[in-house]
């Protein structure tokens, strides 16, 4: 499968504990976006990285929350001291450079946090 | 503020009838407007995209910028075509998608 590719799939952890998901794009695209969804509700943009450089967070983002890519391949995000708020699904998406506008999505991550 | 509003949550049709998914948005510029689809135990595809004026699997939709819409059509429903779908808008020129919340739409055989 050369899609993109996300690990864990399902993650449950408890509040206050430090939890890290992976993102591996289709290796030709250049752009990866991270997104998080509520039950019921659409995706939401977190923040999206051309290469290695992250281009824009939204507000969404907190300082608990934060995302690398580092060699411009595959991301992590990362959100520490976890709540109970913060349980959804996070999805990673990738497009390629000459078509920005489709987005690949992944399969997701769900967080659970108790 | 850039949002996206699909009123129907649910949208229930038998085969063969006409199917109108709604969309509005909130848009200060120019956007582009997406309908992207998710099928049972599939991952988020796009469907189609305003600019390409194209019909993808019968499904049409066009902009509609006087009343800021962009409502999916398709004349006859199938059974496969239940699914969830997400009316998601970019400025243009930027990267991020802002999605709608989705309409679940089931057609019964």
């Known amino acids: 499968d050369t899609g993109v590719s996300q690990n864990p799939r399902h993650k449950i952890t408890k509040r206050g504990q430090n939890v890290t998901f992976r993102c591996d794009p289709i290796s030709e695209h250049n752009r990866l976006y991270w997104y998080r969804q509520t039950l019921g509700q659409g995706p939401e943009f977190l923040t999206y990285?051309?290469?290695?450089?992250?281009?824009?967070k939204s507000r969404l983002l907190s300082d608990r929350f934060s995302a690398e890519r580092p060699k411009g391949s595959f991301s992590t995000l990362e959100i520490q001291r976890t709540e109970q708020g913060d349980s959804a699904m996070y999805l990673c998406?990738?497009?390629?450079?000459?078509?920005?506008?489709?987005?690949?999505f992944g399969p997701g991550t769900r967080l659970t946090v108790t | 503020a850039q949002r996206v509003t699909q009123p129907e949550k649910l949208l229930s049709v038998f085969k063969g009838a006409p199917v109108e998914l709604k969309c509005n948005y909130s848009y200060s510029g120019s956007p582009e407007l997406f309908w992207y689809v998710q099928y049972s135990r599939q991952r988020l595809q796009l469907l189609l995209r305003?600019?390409s004026r194209e019909s993808i699997k019968g499904f049409t939709a066009d902009l509609n910028k006087g009343e800021t819409s962009f409502h999916l059509k398709k004349p006859f429903a199938q059974e496969e075509d239940s699914a969830m779908y997400y009316c998601a808008l970019s400025g243009l020129g930027a990267q991020k998608l802002v999605f709608g919340q989705g309409t679940r739409l089931t057609i019964n055989p």
């Open positions: 305003h600019i």
């Open positions: 998406a990738s497009s390629p450079r000459d078509r920005h506008y489709e987005q690949y």
């Open positions: 990285f051309q290469n290695e450089a992250q281009l824009e």
